[in-house]
């Protein structure tokens, strides 16, 4: 992905996802939003002055991933402890007993992930409403990383909207 020109800042990480990556940029009068779909690179453009309000709503998808996440874990888990009790005499010369070690160590990365999907925050999709209607965003996915963007922003937006008029 291209990166647009000094005057522009970094408002989001690029967002990988299954329709490609897309990163929003704060530039002087805009939000841009670059979004890279299988090898095409699209721009979109929101003016201060023509937004009327960013809306973000909370998802389930935290909640989902964790559950998909936990429950496989814990499938992993009870495949070592499996291992580990079939391995009864002598472990170092089982086979088995390497398995369920491989298998604890896959449950603890899901363990891992599960954490840190918790600790990033709720998920949530954001819309632009315009006089042309809602939009949504590419990104961000996570409310405390949107309303760290709307308080940089907000104030940028009234400026422009008291300006135009």
């Known amino acids: 992905m291209a990166e647009p020109t000094s005057n522009f800042q970094r408002l989001t990480r690029n967002r990988f996802g299954l329709a490609g990556t897309g990163a929003l940029w704060l530039g002087p009068d805009h939000l841009l939003l670059v979004s890279n779909s299988g090898g095409v690179e699209r721009y979109r453009r929101w003016f201060f ?41 002598d472990p170092a010369d089982s086979p088995v007993f390497y398995v ?3 298998l604890a160590s896959f449950a603890g990365v899901c363990l891992g992930l599960c954490i840190a999907n918790s600790i990033f925050g709720p998920g949530c999709i954001v819309h ?18 949107f309303n760290r963007i709307a308080a940089r922003i907000g104030p940028l937006i009234e400026a422009a909207q008291r300006k135009a008029g």
């Open 49 to 89: 002055k023509d937004i009327q309000l960013l809306v973000a709503r909370r998802t389930a998808r935290r909640l989902i991933l964790n559950l998909i996440g936990g429950s496989f874990g814990a499938l992993l888990a009870l495949g070592a402890l499996a291992s580990f009790a079939s391995a009864k005499t």
């Open 128 to 145: 632009v409403l315009t006089p042309m209607g809602a939009e949504p965003l590419a990104a961000p996915r996570r409310l405390n990383v």
């Open 100 to 102: 369920g070690i491989v």
